[in-house]
Each structure stands twice: as structure tokens, then as C-alpha cells.
């Protein structure tokens, strides 16, 4: 089982940076986290992808194109980090932190956080 926690969402003004921080853990970490991704959810809306990550040292990254050149996904080792910068009003949502063994394609992820509220006022 994987435990995931996230922090660093909070309110802003458009245009401004947040940093968010997904922190794993468990006793299995070295398999399920090996992708590991942050989604949203706006209000009224279903949840969207926003950005991945597969490999736990050397990583391929990929992003929606909404967020392509704004937001930034990095690792280190156990914590997953999304910068996101100049953001816009649409960005205001509940960030969640997703990871499993599974290959960047799969659409079903297997472990979440509880999420991070990020509201952007324009």
C-alpha cells in the first residue's frame, strides 16, 4: 500500500507561483510510485490530468496542454513536486497526487491523496 500526501496549495492572484509537494509512503514505494502524476478537479467539472512522471531517478515527463510551459512535474526519490507557474483562473481547483507501477498510457491509476485546494483570483 502507498500513502500520499499532498501540501503547498493556498490562494492566489493570476499570474502568480505555487509549488505543490506530494509526499509517498509505505512499504512498497520502490514499485508503486514508479509513475506517479498530479491531477485536478475544478468545481462542476470531472477530474482532468495534469502532468506525470514515469521512472524514479531517471524520468520522462509528459503534460496536458493546459498547463504545457506553465507547470513543471519533477521528483526526488519519494516526493513528487509541481511548480506551476503564471497561473490563470482556470487553474483554481483541488490538486490531487496519483502513483502506481503502471505504464504512462494506462488511464486507471491505483493510489490518491486527498487532495490540495489551489484558488487563483483574478
Known amino acids: 500500500q502507498v500513502q500520499l500526501v499532498e501540501s503547498g496549495g493556498g490562494s492566489v492572484q493570476a499570474g502568480a507561483a505555487l509549488r505543490l509537494s506530494c509526499a509517498a509512503s509505505?512499504?512498497?514505494?520502490?514499485?508503486?510510485?514508479?509513475?506517479m502524476g498530479w491531477f485536478r478537479q475544478a468545481p462542476g467539472k470531472e477530474r482532468e490530468f495534469v502532468a506525470g512522471a514515469y521512472g524514479r531517478s531517471d524520468y520522462v515527463t509528459w503534460y496536458a496542454d493546459y498547463v504545457e510551459g506553465r507547470f513543471t512535474i519533477s521528483r526526488d526519490k519519494n516526493t513528487l513536486y509541481l511548480q506551476m507557474n503564471n497561473l490563470e483562473f482556470e487553474d483554481t481547483a483541488v490538486y490531487y497526487c496519483?502513483?502506481?507501477?503502471?505504464?504512462?498510457?494506462?488511464?486507471?491509476?491505483?493510489?490518491w491523496g486527498q487532495g490540495t485546494q489551489v484558488t487563483v483570483s483574478s
Open positions: 509505505g512499504r512498497t514505494l520502490s514499485t508503486n510510485t514508479n509513475r
Open positions: 496519483a502513483a502506481d507501477h503502471k505504464t504512462p498510457s494506462t488511464s486507471q491509476w491505483d493510489y
